[in-house]
T-cell receptor, first 112, second 112 residues
Framework: DVKVTQSSRYLVKRTGEKVFLECVQDMDHENMFWYRQDPGLGLRLIYFSYDVKMKEKGDIPEGYSVSREKKERFSLILESASTNQTSMYLC???????????FGSGTRLTVV | QKEVEQNSGPLSVPEGAIASLNCTYSDRVSQSFFWYRQYSGKSPELIMSIYSNGDKEDGRFTAQLNKASQYVSLLIRDSQPSDSATYLCAVVRRSNDYKLSFGAGTTVTVRA
């Protein structure tokens, strides 16, 4: 089975901190995604990547950046954390000839 | 108009009954459709995918797609308490595009 691993299940950070969320997948998937999930809003796409060193903005990229230096790793960076970035963050990967995403277990981030 | 809309729920059904979940999408060229199940505090997991008009059955789950009406549904037959979860409808926005748009989800509770 494909495994998508997010480095932390729970994080508490202070306003203004730079925050790194790490995601690693073990099945050589080309496509990786970062979503955030908030009650009543569903999953919203922040950034995605189709290949190493490639990144594209999703629907809500403001306040975030990403890095993909290796195919298996896709990092989400909160440049200066704010309280409105308190959320569940979900990483997913997807192989071009396969069906559906595989999600990591999620990181619940609280910014205080 | 939201890209993907689901009946808001929550939906409560007795054990053994059929749970019916509905989803509409706005982009007429959408090609691929998915249903994810998400237990409380967990990440989404893929339970069904459908690409052609008609019905697709997998165990107690049946997905139905009507592209002319831009409508996809999920039926859960013989509902069990273990089916209690939030069900997310997801749509690939365009051909050759691997970004998923998600509905806000419908929470199903199966009463024993």
């Amino acid at each position: 089975d494909v495994k998508v691993t997010q480095s932390s299940r729970y994080l508490v950070k202070r306003t203004g901190e730079k925050v790194f969320l790490e995601c690693v997948q073990d099945m050589d998937h080309e496509n990786m995604f970062w979503y955030r999930q908030d009650p009543g809003l569903g999953l919203r796409l922040i950034y995605f990547s189709y290949d190493v060193k490639m990144k594209e903005k999703g629907d809500i990229p403001e306040g975030y950046s990403v890095s993909r230096e290796k195919k298996e790793r896709f990092s989400l960076i909160l440049e200066s954390a704010s309280t409105n970035q308190t959320s569940m963050y979900l990483c997913a990967s997807y192989r071009t000839d396969n069906y559906g995403y595989t999600f990591g277990s999620g990181t619940r981030l609280t910014v205080v | 108009q939201k890209e993907v809309e689901q009946n808001s729920g929550p939906l409560s059904v007795p054990e053994g009954a059929i749970a019916s979940l509905n989803c509409t999408y706005s982009d007429r060229v959408s090609q691929s459709f998915f249903w994810y199940r998400q237990y409380s505090g967990k990440s989404p997991e893929l339970i069904m995918s459908i690409y052609s008009n008609g019905d697709k059955e997998d165990g107690r789950f049946t997905a139905q797609l009507n592209k002319a009406s831009q409508y996809v549904s999920l039926l859960i037959r013989d509902s069990q308490p273990s089916d209690s979860a939030t069900y997310l409808c997801a749509v690939v926005r365009r051909s050759n595009d691997y970004k998923l748009s998600f509905g806000a989800g419908t929470t199903v509770t199966v009463r024993a």
